[in-house]
């Protein structure tokens, strides 16, 4: 293994032993289900299978000779106008293809079903349009994810809607649903974990039935060795100096750990974004759902 690779398995082995300690205390703490907000909805990113055009984008705004970034109440120009049609009052969704900045997987096969699921876009922000020329037109930013570039992509703003919350109480034992099972693939923003009031993307979308609204279960088998940080080999049932029991116990021998529960926001045909209503502890990609 090279020097860079090593570094960056390392740095992220750090910044997720002390991120996540630190969501999973705050995630004990956070005893009460939570549902989403508008930020959240609008926030949420998606994973498309098809590519959304990247004809129509931000060109840039005010005081462009030295701002290369622009927030809410910020004006800002895009490359449609009146002979695109683009009226007056006209809104749109500002959005932005990502990627994986460093794809050092965090369980077997990652990579792998991040590009099945297909292309990831951020939720950059709205903007409302105040200003029509032929061709181009100048908007006011009135809603913002976080910073809008220039290049970023804009479609016509369609609402969201806002899924029904169901209010049932967690249940740590319970059996499987018989429904669709998937797994969490990442979190937003690529991150190593995620907790309460956090999105997690996940390999089922309207190809397999799976709707806005629909409620998930998050859970854990024991005893699995998929993850890429170093386990020691059997110690669902064995450790050294720690006691072992005289049978192999092996990920489906042993009942299964229900880590939280989450709402779908958005989906994509072969992806959803969740968003986590409620959990116990910290979320890790290569962890399991269910549709419940």
């Keep these: 293994m090279n020097g860079t690779a090593t570094y960056r398995i390392l740095g992220k082995g750090f910044s997720a032993v002390l991120g996540l300690a630190l969501m999973a205390g705050g995630a004990s703490a956070q005893i009460s289900p939570k549902a989403p907000t508008q930020i959240d909805i609008y926030c ?98 009135t809603f ?75 859970f854990r088998y024991q005893g699995e060795s998929a993850e890429a940080p170093y386990q020691t080999r059997g110690n669902a049932y064995k450790m050294y100096g720690f006691g072992s029991t005289p049978v192999a116990y092996q990920w489906n021998d042993l009942p299964r750990q229900i880590i939280g529960e989450g709402v779908v926001i958005r989906v994509g045909e072969n992806s959803a974004s969740v968003y986590l209503s409620y959990s116990q502890s910290a979320v890790f990609p290569g962890d399991y759902i269910e549709i419940q």
């Design 44 to 141: 949420s990113g998606v994973a498309l299978n098809k590519p959304l055009h990247n004809d129509a984008y931000v060109i840039s705004g005010e005081d462009s000779i030295y701002r290369v970034t622009y927030n809410a109440g910020d004006l800002v120009y895009i490359n449609r106008g009146s002979n695109q049609g683009v009226k007056v009052g006209d809104e749109f969704d500002v959005t932005r293809p990502i990627s994986n900045p460093q794809p050092v997987q965090w369980f077997a096969w990652q990579n792998q079903l991040i590009r099945a699921m297909g292309q990831m876009y951020a939720d950059i922000g709205r903007i409302h349009v105040l200003s029509v020329q032929p061709k181009v037109s100048t908007a006011r930013v």
């Design 144 to 218: 913002s994810c976080e910073q809008m570039y220039r290049g970023d992509l804009i479609q016509p703003f369609v609402p969201r809607p806002s899924p029904p919350y169901p209010i049932v109480a967690f249940d740590a034992f319970a059996p499987p649903s018989g429904k669709k099972t998937a797994m969490v693939v990442t979190t937003k923003g690529y991150g190593e974990g995620a907790a309460q009031g956090y999105t997690v993307y996940v390999n089922l979308g309207s190809a397999q039935g799976v709707q806005i609204g629909d409620y998930i279960r998050v």
